[in-house]
């Protein structure tokens, strides 16, 4: 199994509503990563974890809310959420310390806020 | 923020054709890694090239690597029509993975 599965695949939200995003894998990847992605851009990473802590965040505002409550599955809780949060948000996986990290993506959560 | 450039920004050619495009980075790097996207949807990956390498092949793929120039490039041999897409390059550094700004190329039949 080389997925990456994201749910939901789009979303709309209100910019008072709280949601959350998923993302699993199950190939025993041990870094799990959070992208954001605009139209014509390149994603932007947000959030890095390793060994389920978090390692890298990117001055992400605290609207977004990272979450790695076991090795396969990462989330990102939104809450209070601005338009120009509009995005792609990507989720990523890889090993951690062999040398040839190839990652691997999901297809995306289509983020609109309202 | 994002780890370089890419050039072309936007490049169309025609079927058969060879296409080849560029990033820069500004960091040291364990490897550097290519990635394809379509229509916005998620990354998939295409090769990597390690730091003590020149170039590597894959397919119809070259890469090559500047590490004194911190530059890479990607060829993409006798194009076809389904290789219409977005082409990115990343960088690694100890799982923190970033991207360069992409190349979108087309392909026309």
């Known amino acids: 199994d080389t997925e990456v599965t994201q749910t939901p695949k789009h979303l709309v939200m209100g910019m008072t509503n709280k949601k959350s995003l998923k993302c699993e894998q199950h190939?025993?990847?041990?870094?799990m990563y959070w992208y954001k992605q605009k139209a014509k851009k390149p994603p932007e990473l947000m959030f890095v974890?390793?060994?389920?802590?978090?390692?890298i965040n990117e001055s992400v505002p605290s609207r977004f809310s990272p979450e790695c409550p076991n090795s396969s599955l990462l989330n990102l809780h939104l809450h209070a959420l601005q338009p120009e949060d509009s995005a792609l948000y990507l989720c990523?996986?890889?090993?951690?310390?062999?040398?040839?990290?190839?990652?691997?993506f999901g297809q995306g959560t289509r983020l609109t806020v309202v | 923020s994002q780890q370089g450039e890419e050039d072309p920004q936007a490049l169309s050619i025609q079927e058969g054709e060879n296409a080849t495009m560029n990033c820069s980075y500004k960091t040291s790097i364990n490897n550097l890694q290519w990635y394809r996207q379509n229509s916005g949807r998620g990354l998939v990956h295409l090769i990597l090239?390690?730091?003590?390498?020149r170039e590597k092949h894959s397919g119809r793929l070259r890469v090559t690597l500047d590490t004194s120039k911190k530059s890479s490039s990607l060829l993409i041999t006798a194009s076809r029509a389904a290789d219409t897409a977005s082409y990115f390059c990343?960088?690694?550094?100890?799982?923190?993975?970033?991207f360069g700004a992409g190349t979108r190329l087309t392909v026309k039949p």
């Open positions: 190939m025993g990847h041990r870094a």
């Open positions: 090239i390690r730091s003590n390498e």
């Open positions: 974890y390793s060994y389920e802590k978090l390692s």
């Open positions: 990343a960088t690694d550094e100890l799982n923190d993975m970033r």
């Open positions: 990523a996986s890889t090993t951690i310390g062999e040398g040839d990290t190839e990652a691997f």
